[in-house]
Nanobody
Framework: QVQLVESGGGLVQAGGSLRLSCAAS????????VGWFRQAPGAEREFVAG????????DYAESVKGRFTMSRDNAKNTVDLQMNSLKPEDTAVYYC????????????????????WGQGTQVTVSS
């Protein structure tokens, strides 16, 4: 079973950048598609970005396209989310999540597909 630990959150001014990392334990991390989700106070958890187990395919929410980039290094068991041009509305707790998949290029945006979650990391963007 893979376990996930996020890091890299913090406080940043609007227009700034942050890089979130998700470190996975376990030898089979390359069998998992990974997603980043976020949850703002009073809001539902929402999909932000996803990457296939191979790293070839990525998908992004419309609200972050062109600003966020997701990548993974299966040799290091890590997944990163580079966040640029941050806006106050990006403020949320960001979660890394994983789901075991067979197809190397498969990604899902559906929260219910992910069964392994990290504890979350807070991102606060000030105006």
């Amino acid at each position: 079973q893979v376990q996930l630990v996020e890091s890299g959150g913090g406080l940043v001014q609007a227009g700034g950048s942050l890089r979130l990392s998700c470190a996975a334990s376990g030898r089979t991390f390359s069998n998992y598609a990974v997603g980043w989700f976020r949850q703002a106070p009073g809001a539902e958890r929402e999909f932000v970005a996803g990457i296939s187990r191979s790293g070839i395919s990525t998908d992004y929410a419309e609200s972050v396209k062109g600003r966020f980039t997701m990548s993974r290094d299966n040799a290091k068991n890590t997944v990163d989310l580079q966040m640029n041009s941050l806006k106050p509305e990006d403020t949320a707790v960001y979660y890394c999540a994983a789901t075991s998949v067979l197809r190397p290029i498969w990604i899902t945006t559906a929260i219910y597909e992910y069964d392994i979650w990290g504890q979350g990391t807070q991102v606060t963007v000030s105006s």
